[in-house]
T-cell receptor
């Protein structure tokens, strides 16, 4: 099993540009989570999908952030327009549905907004 | 915030010593999990303890849970340099659908 795959691993962009982060969950997992990690705020849950449907997006910081899961094997997190304070490591994690007892994390995308 | 908090924020010990880190949380839970994160990598699941359990072991790991105090501890015995990492506790929201992570303990094991 290839695990959760995130791309790109690193992204450097200028303020105002659109950024798209991608995630491929583990095959058979039907829950997907996006987290953001910073030194100041730790790991923040941004949004959670179950069976491709967004269940809770209350952690999405503002309207500049959007996430989609068009099918069971792909999800995107988009920031438009990006700002320097969005700089962080963004993680995607997947799990089997039901009572989630183990999250599998991708390696993350290190985003730097200049 | 629904996040838990780990204590201490940083811990430095000699190889062979035991490392203990603590986690406090705010909401009711159905389970609590501990994860490890090596520098520049994603988190890796270590162990899960259910709300009706008080202690659990896995290899060199020992986890305790006190739901009355909303706290948990992770003990790593006979630490090794390879245990150097950040350790996070994660609590479910009661529905088992979402997980909120603490701020993490950075552990350094000196060879």
């Amino acid at each position: 099993d290839a695990g959760v795959i995130q791309s790109p691993r690193h992204e450097v962009t200028e303020m105002g540009q659109e950024v798209t982060l991608r995630c491929k969950p583990i095959s058979g997992h039907n829950s997907l989570f996006w987290y953001r990690q910073t030194m100041m705020r730790g790991l923040e849950l941004l949004i959670y999908f179950n069976n491709n449907v967004p269940i809770d997006d209350s952690g999405m910081p503002e309207d500049r952030f959007s996430a989609k899961m068009p099918n069971a094997s792909f999800s995107t997190l988009k920031i438009q327009p990006s700002e320097p304070r969005d700089s962080a490591v963004y993680f995607c994690a997947s799990a089997t549905s039901g009572v989630h007892e183990k999250l599998f994390f991708g390696s993350g995308t290190q985003l730097s907004v200049l | 915030s629904q996040q838990g908090e780990e204590d201490p924020q940083a811990l430095s010990i000699q190889e062979g010593e035991n490392a203990t880190m603590n986690c406090s949380y705010k909401t009711s839970i159905n389970n609590l999990q501990w994860y490890r994160q090596n520098s520049g990598r994603g988190l890796v699941h270590l162990i899960l303890i259910r709300s009706n359990e008080r202690e659990k072991h896995s290899g060199r790991l020992r986890v305790t849970l006190d739901t009355s105090k909303k706290s948990s501890s992770l003990l790593i015995t006979a630490s090794r340099a390879a245990d150097t990492a950040s350790y996070f506790c994660a609590t479910g929201d009661g529905t088992g659908n979402q997980f909120y992570f603490g701020t993490g303990t950075s552990l350094t094991v000196i060879p």
